[in-house]
């Protein structure tokens, strides 16, 4: 395990401000591109699979990355099992990357804001990350990255099909917007089935908490555009945004009307504080438990619960709570068990603390009053 200083540090894409960040957590664009001339990596040997390599590495040195940390991934002697393992805990690659056997990195720009995976179904997987409800901002960010690295990579291009890629629907612009979205409310009033039918109907897909294949956990939903060509950049972005608009208004409605019957109330407001007790208290907890309990706790924040605990404090947990997150930070491989009882020693630690200086900002206000 060599990710142990990074593990310690925060993700900017994490921290819980932004536009709409009751509700949207982070928003992604992802940019396709591959080398003109040269096979797919799955359809390249490892030879061409590390000049590829090499290249990449040598020309994000030449760009606005050019500070950006590079990591081998498939490196004799280098990352284990469980730093690639963190690093997907962290969406900085993909369960696919994690997994393959070519010769594949990663470059991890400052905040981890902006990273690019080397070698995984395409040469290129450029993505933006921010805070919150930002399309543009996550667009405006990647768009001048593409622009500089066009200036010395010759990417594959076809004037009738766009930009071309391995997998036929990211042909075209090659770029994908999603965002990592809160639902709990949706969830509870069942009325989430009927919002994701009407997604799929208009070309958007929603999935679990790490991207494609992967399930859904603590209400957590990554919803993105499923093809990219027939329209612009701007076209996809647009469309993703709208449609988040009307997702985080159908939620903030669903939200309002859990408060406004006694009865829904007071079930409601039974199970967000049963959760904070709970991770306040456990001695053994699962991950899925646990991002099932915090999006409870952090919906009765946004719902105005007298909760002794900030919304960054949760997003951390998200984070950190993760099996290699864990791992990382105890410098060694754990079993499930071991996990379980670390995780929840983990986190009773950060809720005390947190609740320790709530109590302890009241008594200097009151005695300042």
């Not at 405006?140 to 036929?168: I, V």
Request: proline share 3%; aromatic share 6%.
């Amino acid at each position: 395990m060599q990710l142990q200083e990074m593990a310690k540090n925060k993700t900017v894409w994490l921290s819980g401000e932004g536009p709409e960040s009751e509700v949207v957590l982070s928003s992604r664009i992802r940019l396709a591109r591959n080398i003109s001339g040269k096979p797919f990596p799955a359809r390249a040997n490892r030879s061409i699979q590390q000049e590829i390599l090499n290249l990449v590495e040598e020309t994000v040195k030449k760009t606005s990355m050019s500070e950006a940390t590079f990591l081998n991934l498939s490196a004799p002697g280098g990352l284990d099992k469980i730093d690639r393992q963190f690093l997907m805990e962290r969406h900085l690659i993909s369960y696919e990357h994690a997994q393959a056997n070519f010769v594949r990195g990663v470059m991890i720009g400052p905040g981890e804001k902006i990273s690019m995976m080397i070698n995984e179904e395409d040469h290129l997987r450029l993505q933006s990350l921010e805070p919150g409800f930002a399309l543009n901002n996550a667009w405006d960010n990647l768009n001048s990255l593409d622009d500089e690295l066009a200036k010395f990579l010759p990417f594959a291009f076809s004037q009738q099909w766009g930009f071309l890629t391995a997998c036929p629907t990211n042909t075209g612009t090659g770029l994908r917007t999603s965002c990592l979205m809160h639902l709990p409310a949706l969830v509870h009033s069942e009325e989430i089935e009927h919002v994701l039918q009407n997604l799929s109907k208009i070309g958007i897909v929603a999935r679990g908490f790490y991207g494609e294949g992967t399930k859904v956990l603590g209400d957590f939903f990554q919803i993105s555009n499923a093809t990219t060509l027939g329209q612009t950049e701007n076209e996809i972005v647009d469309n993703l945004s709208r449609v988040g608009k009307q997702i985080i208004d159908y939620e903030k409605k669903s939200r309002t009307k859990l408060l406004t019957e006694s009865i829904t109330k007071t079930k409601t407001e039974d199970t967000i504080y049963r959760a904070y007790g709970l991770l306040a208290n456990a001695r053994t907890i699962t991950y899925e438990e646990t991002i099932n309990h915090l999006s409870k706790i952090r919906l009765g924040i946004y719902l105005g619960l007298n909760l002794p605990v900030d919304i960054n404090i949760l997003n951390e947990l998200l984070l950190l709570a993760q099996p290699a997150h864990l791992q990382e930070i105890a410098n060694k491989e754990l079993s499930s068990t071991q996990r379980d009882v670390l995780r929840a020693e983990f986190i009773r630690q950060k809720l005390n603390k947190t609740t320790k200086n709530k109590i302890d900002q009241k008594k200097i206000n009151k005695n300042t009053t």
